[in-house]
């Protein structure tokens, strides 16, 4: 059976492929598929709907913050280090981008705040495992 964390990985990698569709959404209902398969070109007297700009800088955010986890999972299970404390770490950084990218693109500020401070101390937690 698959450790917990990869299945952790897993689950933060579906996510991730998928994040971009809040977005795409957006942008589609604002500017029309045509400009979608364009070179994205900046389109006068329009703009993306308040939601769609956040969903769009959430993506963003997870961008930035994905690489890490995803190193700190790899290394740890090549070196045979996951344990209870691990499978928690993964399952709050799980938990908690998930959070913070809907609580990004709705608009709560303070729970935006708290679960990217939440996520960044687990992904942290499960770098420092390594040392």
């Known amino acids: 059976m698959m450790p917990f964390e990869y299945q952790m990985l897993g689950l933060m990698t579906l996510f991730f492929l998928f994040a971009w569709l809040p977005s795409s959404v957006g942008k589609t209902r604002a500017f029309g598929v045509a400009w979608l ?37 790899i290394l740890l299970g090549t070196t045979g280090r996951f344990d209870e404390g691990t499978s928690i770490a993964a399952a709050l950084y799980v938990f908690v981008r998930l959070g913070h990218f809907v609580s990004y693109t709705i608009g709560m500020v303070t729970p935006r705040a708290l679960f990217y401070l939440v996520g960044l101390g687990a992904n942290i937690y499960l770098l420092c495992k390594m040392l």
Not at 44 to 54: Q, Y
Request: proline share 8%; glycine share 6%.
């Open 37 to 73: 398969n364009s070179n994205r070109d900046p389109v006068t007297g329009k703009e993306l709907n308040p939601w769609a700009t956040r969903a769009d800088r959430a993506h963003n955010n997870l961008k930035d913050n994905f690489p890490g986890f995803v190193v700190a999972i």
